[in-house]
């Protein structure tokens, strides 16, 4: 695109004001296929980083308590909201009406053979996967993207092609790197869900989005 076409008072304020990564950012016209997202962590960070939901900066959530690694890029999926869609899905499944939504942007993790050292970072992911995590009684699912056009990962399809100590690994760490020295959280990864999957749970998790600004616009 040319940048006579581009609007100077909108390039002026973009540069004034930095988007706010959960509200600001666009998921991106191929979505859920191809979808914009946010990263929050790297694996070599050795804190766990977290968007301020109201600033929308990365801060401090907590240093890791353990030596977990974390085994892929991990962040979030903009204009998503895990509520009362996302739940249902769970919820329906597991035949555990109880199961409520996390209250949070839909999670992603991001495959890539590339060492990408810091996060604060948009990138083009493409779903495989995902993982049904209930921690407590909440939808706390996880998706599984490889990077878009990635040298390595780019070859699979879908989460069953993964080599199974990519998945093991994965599980693994959600279901450990929030446990504190003595205790055990009330976690669980109970499937492991594939390609169709995911996009089903993206989709809930947009609609979910929007319910929730209608809301705040209009309550």
Avoid at 23 to 46: L, Q, R
Avoid at 107 to 112: K, N, P, R
Avoid at 125 to 133: D, N, S
Wanted: proline content about 5%; overall charge negative; glycine content about 6%.
């Amino acid at each position: 695109m040319s940048n006579k076409s581009i609007d100077p008072i909108g390039k002026l304020m973009g540069l004034r004001y930095k988007s706010h990564p959960w509200h600001g950012i666009e998921i991106g016209e191929d979505s859920p296929e191809i979808i914009t997202s946010f990263i929050e962590m790297v694996p070599t960070d050795t804190v766990k980083y977290e968007a301020d939901k109201a600033s929308g900066y990365l801060s401090i959530d907590r240093p890791q308590k353990f030596s977990s690694i974390l085994p892929a890029l991990y962040g979030f999926i903009p204009q998503t909201y895990c509520d009362t869609n996302v739940a249902k899905k769970s919820a329906t499944i597991l035949k555990r009406p109880e199961i409520v939504g996390d209250g949070d942007p839909l999670d992603i993790c991001v495959l890539t053979e590339k060492e990408i050292t810091h996060g604060d970072i948009l990138v083009q992911a493409v779903p495989i996967g995902g993982l049904r995590m209930i921690d407590g009684n909440e939808a706390d699912d996880k998706i599984i993207a490889v990077l878009k056009n990635d040298a390595v990962y780019s070859q699979y399809k879908e989460i069953t092609d993964l080599p199974e100590a990519v998945i093991n690994r994965l599980r693994h760490y959600f279901l450990t790197y929030k446990d504190m020295p003595g205790e055990k959280r009330d976690c669980e990864v109970t499937h492991i869900y594939g390609k169709k999957e995911a996009h089903d749970v993206i989709s809930r998790s947009i609609k979910d989005y929007r319910n929730f600004i209608e809301n705040m616009l209009f309550s």
